[in-house]
């Protein structure tokens, strides 16, 4: 079993820009457009810091959301405050793999600079490659978003890390009532990410995108990462979509309403109403009756189809 230790995916710049500079300083970091120092500003709780510089981020990107504004001060919290020192990043190095550092220094701002609101990193000498991780980690770590925590797949980072490689797919989740389920509609998020415009839902809402990337994918909220958050093509509603992944009926009713209630108050504007979906792979009596006096949360079963062409 690993030690007790905390890893996150945090992105160096878009498209890991900034990837080289970084390792090379010794820094992990963002900015984001906030252009204060935050020494004595980054509070434990990131809800107050994002209830505080939400404002701010709004007053200087007025053409920008509530939602992008909350996942920009979200990143830059969790990067300047929320990973302790001792957690370890895994950050892409924009050529397949992964620089792995220890986080060892407080916050500190560096005007005028890459990246301003920084960490500093000891970084290990050994990167991990991405063909070499499991497609559960490999998910997680490849997530649109500045940072993720990808804390739950700590056994096999440390294996990676090491060396001792025995990637296997499991699930740390103790609401995970089938295995089976969970490893299938894990696939069916990313397939239905790339698919999106053929579905239903599609036809009617986008994932939310951020100049041309598609942030709504395991957006982070306070009860942790939504699976789907898309938007009506008129912009009227923010639809919230979770994928049953194999766990128990009411976890996930009860989940689904967490993260509608946080869209509902944290990110959708003034005349935003918010919905929910459930997917499963089969139907399921719990859910629809939960259901019956959720009438904002519609239920949805997938299939997977496929034919087989004999090779001429």
Same mark, same amino acid.
């Given at each position: 079993m690993a030690s007790m230790k905390?890893?996150?995916?945090?992105?160096?710049? @878009?498209?890991?820009?900034? *990837?080289?500079?970084?390792?090379?300083?010794?820094?992990?970091?963002?900015? !984001?457009?906030?252009?204060?120092?935050?020494?004595?500003?980054?509070?434990?709780?990131?809800? $107050? !810091?994002? @209830?505080? !510089?939400?404002?701010?981020?709004?007053?200087?990107?007025?053409?920008?959301?509530?939602?992008?504004a909350g996942l920009a001060c979200g990143a830059v919290h969790t990067v300047s405050k929320g990973i302790p020192k001792g957690g370890i990043v895994l950050c892409?190095?924009?050529?397949?793999?992964?620089?792995?550092? $220890?986080?060892?220094?407080?916050?500190?701002?560096?005007?005028?600079? &890459?990246?301003?609101?920084?960490?500093?990193?000891?970084?290990?000498?050994? *990167? &991990?490659a991405r063909a070499e991780m499991s497609s559960e980690l490999k998910n997680s770590t490849g997530s649109i978003g500045t940072v993720s925590n990808i804390t739950k797949y700590a056994d096999e980072i440390e294996k990676l890390i090491t060396g001792n490689v025995s990637a296997?797919? &499991?699930?740390?989740?103790?609401?995970?009532?089938?295995?089976?389920?969970? *490893?299938?509609e894990k696939h069916l998020e990313e397939f239905l990410v790339h698919n999106w415009s053929q579905t239903s839902l599609g036809q009617h809402y986008n994932i939310y995108e951020e100049e041309g990337e598609l942030v709504g994918q395991q957006y982070p909220s306070d009860t942790g990462p939504i699976d789907i958050?898309?938007?009506?093509?008129?912009?009227?509603?923010?639809?919230?979509?979770?994928l049953k992944k194999g766990r128990a009926s009411d976890a996930v009713v009860g989940q689904i309403q967490r993260y509608?209630?946080?869209?509902?108050?944290?990110? *959708?504007?003034?005349?935003q109403s918010v919905r929910g979906v459930i997917i499963a792979l089969e139907d399921d009596v719990r859910i629809r009756r939960a259901l019956k006096v959720a009438p904002n949360i519609d239920f949805y079963l997938y299939q997977v189809s496929f034919k087989l062409h004999k090779a001429s």
């Open positions: 905390n890893y996150y995916r945090v992105m160096l710049g @878009r498209k890991s820009t900034y *990837a080289q500079e970084c390792y090379q300083g010794q820094f992990i970091g963002t900015h !984001f457009g906030i252009d204060t120092d935050l020494t004595g500003k980054l509070s434990e709780d990131w809800r $107050e !810091f994002n @209830r505080q !510089f939400i404002p701010y981020y709004l007053e200087k990107h007025p053409d920008k959301s509530k939602i992008t892409p190095n924009g050529s397949g793999s992964y620089w792995v550092g $220890e986080v060892v220094g407080d916050y500190s701002y560096h005007p005028g600079g &890459i990246l301003p609101h920084r960490r500093t990193v000891r970084w290990y000498s050994k *990167a &991990i296997t797919l &499991i699930s740390t989740d103790e609401t995970v009532e089938d295995p089976t389920a969970f *490893a299938l958050l898309a938007i009506s093509k008129d912009k009227q509603t923010l639809l919230v979509v979770e509608m209630g946080y869209v509902l108050e944290e990110l *959708a504007e003034d005349d």
